[in-house]
């Protein structure tokens, strides 16, 4: 199998989950990721064992005449490259986890007739996928609301699939008779405008501070000044650049507040955690806001507007939380109802299905 995509963590992770299930099936099976060598999979999977052929292409959308004219000639060159990948490594079925890099790769291994898929974390299509979704034979989707963006007769709700040792980690014994802990995490290099809200919130929280304990990811840049605060003020805090047990934390954690991407929304339902989320408000077409409507509808978490975002208003609502455990409770059942532990199962079901089509269609013909 071929894996398309990547660029950014949230691309990246959900192919690597569907990878390392693919392979729990059978350990002789094959894969392949394809991107680029900008994106952050140049930088995790060699660490993680798996193979990675880079093609040379940028992204389109967003960027001025002269530099979006530059990437679209780009293209026939990464259309041959990926002509040559595919029939070097003669993969039984291409799927793209999203990102530019996905769209040559998998439009190609169609034209060569190869089974092929995409997987759509967010909840508002990217255009990459928007594109392929009207050729590709499987389309995999995190939320039943983006099905409308597609054929239905393809579509696949799956849920964003989560790497295995996320669950495992969170299995392990909780720790009992904990203070109301709170979760704050920005995405892997923090929120600014997350880190100063909830230390603006701390002074109108006084009367909790004995009682709360914050885990808080700032960022390198802002993770000094964070933890100094907090001291200042007396709050018990752990304040870490960046958390690499994220699944320990998570388990820990009363309440969220963080940031609404694909991958921390898939790892909230999954948990079955409550949250409040502060949408990025630069993501590509704001599709974290879409992200985070899901979770809004379903009562499973309150968003705040990062226009909206004051100390005051964040105080709030985490006093509201904290006196409210039954509030708490129920954003945690509906949180868990959205989530699907099976996501990667699930896809790797389908995908097997669908290779087994083409094999009995090829038979046939033959």
Not at 19 to 41: H, K, P
Not at 216 to 241: F, N
Not at 259 to 280: D, M, N, Q
Not at 318 to 346: H, Q
Request: aromatic share 6%; hydrophobic share 45%.
């Amino acid at each position: 199998m071929i894996i398309a995509g990547g660029g950014t963590g949230g691309h990246l992770f959900p192919g690597i989950a569907i990878a390392e299930e693919f392979l729990q099936r059978n350990r002789n099976d094959q894969i392949l990721f394809v991107g680029t060598n900008r994106g952050i999979e140049k930088k995790v999977l060699g660490d993680l064992g798996f193979l990675l052929q880079t093609i040379d292409i940028e992204g389109i959308k967003g960027k001025k005449w002269r530099k979006s004219m530059a990437a679209l000639l780009r293209i026939p060159r990464s259309l041959i490259q990926s002509f040559r990948i595919i029939r070097r490594f003669s993969p039984a079925l291409v799927i793209g986890v999203g990102g530019y890099a996905s769209g040559p790769v998998v439009l190609t291994a169609r034209l060569l007739g190869i089974p092929t898929a995409i997987a759509e974390q967010n909840a508002l299509p990217g255009l990459t996928n928007r594109i392929l979704g009207r050729m590709v034979n499987r389309i995999f989707v995190s939320f039943a609301q983006t099905e409308q963006y597609f054929r239905a007769d393809k579509v696949v709700v799956s849920g964003n699939p989560i790497r295995q040792r996320f669950f495992a980690e969170m299995k392990r014994p909780e720790r009992q008779n904990r203070p109301f802990t709170i979760l704050v995490f920005g995405g892997s290099q923090g929120a600014h405008a997350i880190n100063r809200a909830v230390l603006e919130a701390l002074d109108d929280m006084e009367p909790l501070r004995d009682h709360l304990q914050i885990i808080h990811q700032t960022g390198s840049k802002d993770r000094d000044a964070v933890a100094k605060a907090y001291e200042a003020k007396g709050v018990t805090a752990e304040v870490l650049p960046f958390i690499m047990d994220m699944a320990a934390a998570y388990q820990r954690a009363d309440l969220l507040i963080c940031r609404a991407g694909a991958t921390s929304i898939a790892e909230i339902t999954a948990a079955g955690k409550a949250a409040i989320l502060i949408p990025f408000p630069f993501a590509v077409e704001d599709h974290q806001t879409k992200n985070a409507e899901v979770l809004v509808q379903a009562g499973a978490a309150e968003m705040i507007p990062e226009k909206e975002l004051t100390g005051a208003r964040l105080a709030a609502a985490i006093k509201r939380y904290y006196e409210s455990p039954a509030c708490i409770r129920e954003m945690e059942s509906r949180s868990a109802g959205l989530g699907n532990v099976r996501a990667a199962a699930d896809i790797i079901d389908a995908c097997l299905a669908l290779v087994q089509q083409g094999t009995k269609m090829g038979e046939a013909h033959g």
